[in-house]
């Protein structure tokens, strides 16, 4: 299992931005695992950020993000995103994505970076 994050970068506070992971593996059904996004900031332990069911027909948030973030799936694409709006420096943190149940439940990307700042 292969696991892409891209769409990171530097946005000034209240900015947007959205983040993609694309799937890939030889016998990888990317439609049987829930996924999850997590962030890991500086000097932090790595933090779980929201969650996506199989299908996509359920989600979750923490607490810091919840009313601002929304997780998505394309599963056709193989596809999972992170939309960020009104983004804070505290969002500042390499974000993850990870298979969180299923098949092949416990696999990460490699990150992508967001930065907050003015």
């Known amino acids: 299992v292969q696991l892409v994050e891209s769409g990171g970068g530097l946005v000034q506070p209240g900015g947007s931005l959205r983040l993609s992971c694309v799937a890939s593996g030889f016998t990888f059904t990317f439609s049987r695992n829930g996924m999850s996004w997590y962030r890991q900031a500086p000097g932090k332990e790595r933090e779980w950020v929201a969650l996506?069911?199989?299908?996509?027909?359920?989600?979750d948030y923490a607490d810091s993000v919840k009313g601002r973030f929304t997780i998505s799936r394309d599963n056709a694409k193989n596809t999972m995103y992170l939309q960020m709006n009104s983004l804070k420096p505290e969002d500042t943190a390499v974000y993850y994505c990870?298979?969180?149940?299923?098949?092949?439940?416990?696999?990460w990307g490699q990150g992508t970076q967001v930065t907050v700042s003015s």
């Open positions: 996506i069911s199989s299908a996509g027909e359920t989600t």
């Open positions: 990870k298979t969180q149940w299923g098949p092949r439940s416990g696999y």
